[in-house]
């Protein structure tokens, strides 16, 4: 069994950083997995933000571009997301989702404060 945790959210001010991880353990062939950043606002869609294959590609949504970065550790079987420059919209729940799966975190609350 396979499952995802992931921490790092919480309230921060218009411009500020914050680095989200999304750990993965069990029998989880990680390093075989692409896994994505989900992020869902109030009333709001469910919204792809950036997601990274196993072989390291990486793809953004346009409005995190320049600002957000996510990265692999294999050997520690991590995901994050480094989100700089943070703005009041990108308030959310973040996820990760793992693909080889089909899988879902519980998910991280990220609060930009204007």
């Known amino acids: 069994q396979v499952q995802l945790v992931e921490s790092g959210g919480g309230l921060v001010q218009a411009g500020g950083s914050l680095r989200l991880s999304c750990v993965v353990s069990?029998?989880?062939?990680?390093?075989?997995?692409?896994v994505d950043w989900y992020r869902q606002a109030p009333g709001k869609q469910r919204e792809l933000v950036a997601g990274i294959t196993s072989g390291g590609t990486t793809n953004y949504v346009d409005s995190v571009k320049g600002r957000f970065t996510i990265s692999r550790d294999n050997a520690k079987n991590t995901v994050y997301l480094q989100m700089n420059s943070l703005k009041p919209e990108d308030t959310g729940v973040y996820r990760c989702?793992?693909?080889?799966?089909?899988?879902w975190g519980q998910g991280t609350q990220v609060t930009v404060s204007s």
């Open positions: 069990g029998r989880s062939y990680f390093s075989m997995s692409a």
């Open positions: 989702y793992y693909r080889l799966y089909d899988f």
